[in-house]
């Protein structure tokens, strides 16, 4: 719909490759194949986005107006740590009822601006 009224295109789509391959193949056909980008659920993929999600929320640069879905999922949203200190997103207390699907999906934003920052930059100022 954004795309129809506004004429906007993602440059990019991060996803997570559970249960997503109706939504990718959809995202591919649209926009291209080079657009869905996959994240992986490891820390090495995770760590550096939900750090910097943590300090965006902490000093409240992430909009997301207070919204109380995004908060339940904030809410439900614990850390893991490896033994050399990366984090990734996990349920708080584990609890199969948790939803955190709205803050993975942050925390998967910030991964794909991560990965695909040059090229988003090189886009904008036509480097």
């Known amino acids: 719909k954004i795309f129809e009224e506004f004429n906007i295109r993602p440059l990019k789509w991060g996803y997570d490759e559970w249960n997503s391959e ?5 995202i591919k056909n649209y926009f291209g194949a080079d657009v869905p980008t996959k994240v992986k659920m490891d820390f ?16 409240d640069n992430l909009v ?17 740590t490896d033994a050399i200190g990366r984090h990734m997103p996990v349920k708080v207390m584990g609890k199969s009822e948790n939803r955190i699907d709205g803050a993975l999906s942050i925390i998967i934003a910030y991964a794909t601006l991560d990965r695909c920052y040059k090229e988003l930059k090189a886009r904008i100022y036509n480097e």
């Open 64 to 80: 997301w107006d207070n919204n109380p879905i995004v908060r339940w999922c904030l809410r439900n949203t614990s850390c893991k």
């Open 22 to 26: 109706e939504i990718v193949t959809s």
């Open 44 to 59: 090495a993929s995770l760590s550096d986005a939900m750090n910097a999600v943590q300090s965006d929320l902490y000093y």
